[in-house]
């Protein structure tokens, strides 16, 4: 019985592990704009520490 009862539970366990999470979107104009100015500065930053880490860069 317990031998049956294991994939299931297994299974079961790995869906809550695996759930897709839910985002709300923001309520208001200044949320929506704090969301925004978030992303990108999180997409300049990503792009500034990639153009630091490219081999050859003489800006030191």
Avoid: H, I, W
Wanted: avoid cysteine.
């Amino acid at each position: 019985m317990l031998k049956d009862q294991s994939p299931d539970r297994a299974k079961r366990e790995a869906n809550k592990a695996f759930k897709p999470t839910t985002t709300q979107k923001p309520v208001n104009d200044y949320a929506k704009d704090q969301n925004s100015f978030n992303e990108n500065r999180e997409r300049l930053k990503a792009e500034r520490l990639a153009r630091e880490a490219k081999p050859g860069n003489d800006s030191d």
